[in-house]
């Protein structure tokens, strides 16, 4: 193949297992820490920077099959190395973990190309928006009542977020107290969203929704399985009028948001962009919703996604998520700090302006 003036050179990934300060579950799974899989690309003199929250064995992926496969083309050509990662692992499967892998190089080739132009990532991708609008997400099921409602407080009062969530779903017959409790909190002028993690059946979902619909809860994520889009679909038909029914983040590839947003199971999509693809994923995602008239937000990392989002045709919100705003904040230079709800781009900054902190994160080393 032709060389060109910025051909990708080196390529390294490292794992970094960080506890989190808490306890954290949801409704279907527990957890005491959080793996972020940080990827540098070289060329041209810049270093591009991606990563993901995945498992550290996606690490020898990255380093040897997805570094043969992009070593050498252009790194002012993101898409050419996108559309050749997705056909090498073709036999492994690019679903799970493959995809978290693709989407941290993808990522990192942005941010690379980006670099190399001296650009900002949201004006080289073309910027549709000056900010991304955030809501607090946390209110772990293992928290406390109190705990919960400071959490969400804090968002309100400190952040400006207009919209706060709370995991329900581990124990279902405590979830109407909690989320009476966690509404008297916030106040009247927020709103209060539930995630269930598909811990419910379909009946049981709707039963919830209406008992929910008394505390003015206006979002109800995966109240099923992702999987299920009848059952999503059904949420969606009978759900209470003021209530919407989000999912996606489970979502690895374009196909996925295709079948989704075909069976009309949600009122908004969310994607991840540390697992749909990266920064060429997320917008294949955008491009999708927008055809379908249907809002995109954008789920977890929220540091990561900023650029992108405020590119994005059709964008609600990004999930201000408090395990891994806590980590961005840690271990990278340039993380956005909240202000009347909202985040915005450092256009000081070339690429997305995150630099990553590896002597701090070396104790997490994994």
């Known amino acids: 193949m032709a060389r060109s003036e910025a051909p990708i050179g080196g390529v390294r990934a490292r794992a970094y297992t960080i506890p989190t300060d808490k306890p954290e579950a949801d409704g279907t799974f527990a957890w005491d820490s959080t793996t972020l899989v940080v990827v540098h690309v070289e060329a041209g003199g810049k270093t ?25 083309i252009d790194a002012l050509d ?13 036999n492994m499967g690019r679903q799970g973990l493959a995809a978290t892998a693709i989407s941290a190089v993808d990522t990192a080739l942005w941010d690379l190309k980006a670099k190399l132009l001296d650009l900002p990532l949201c004006l080289l991708l073309g910027r549709a928006r000056n900010h991304a609008l955030i809501y607090g997400s946390g209110g772990f099921t293992t928290y406390s009542l109190d705990e919960l409602k400071e959490q969400l407080t804090g968002w309100v009062e ?61 979002w109800f994520e995966e109240p099923v399985s992702s999987d299920d889009l009848e059952g999503l679909r059904i949420m969606r038909q009978r759900a209470p009028a003021c209530m919407e029914i989000a999912a996606g983040e489970y ?77 961005e904040h840690m271990l990278f230079d340039g993380a956005p700090a909240p202000k009347d709800g909202r985040i915005a781009p450092d256009l000081t900054r070339p690429g997305h302006g995150l630099a990553f902190k590896a002597k701090d994160a070396e104790k997490f080393a994994s």
């Open 158 to 218: 400190r952040d400006g977020c207009r919209w706060v969530k709370m995991k329900i779903g581990t124990h279902p017959r405590d979830d109407p107290g909690r989320v009476a409790a966690a509404k008297m909190a916030i106040g009247a002028d927020a709103t209060l969203f539930v995630d269930a993690n598909g811990a419910y059946a379909t009946k049981q979902a709707l039963e919830m929704a209406n008992v929910f619909s008394a505390y003015q809860v206006g």
């Open 48 to 72: 591009g920077v991606g990563y993901s929250y995945t498992h550290g064995s996606i690490v020898d992926l990255i380093s040897s099959k997805l570094k043969q496969t992009i070593a050498g």
């Open 251 to 327: 979502g690895y590839d374009i196909d996925y948001y295709r079948r989704m947003l075909n069976a009309g199971a949600v009122d908004v999509v969310q994607a991840d962009i540390t697992r749909c693809g990266g920064v060429t994923g997320f917008l294949q995602v955008a491009a999708l919703a927008d055809a379908h008239h249907i809002d995109l937000s954008g789920h977890c990392a929220p540091a990561l996604h900023l650029h992108t989002a405020c590119a994005a045709p059709r964008f609600r919100h990004l999930e201000w998520f408090h395990d891994h705003v806590r980590i």
């Open 78 to 90: 993101p898409p050419s190395a996108f559309a050749a990662i997705q056909r090498a692992v073709r």
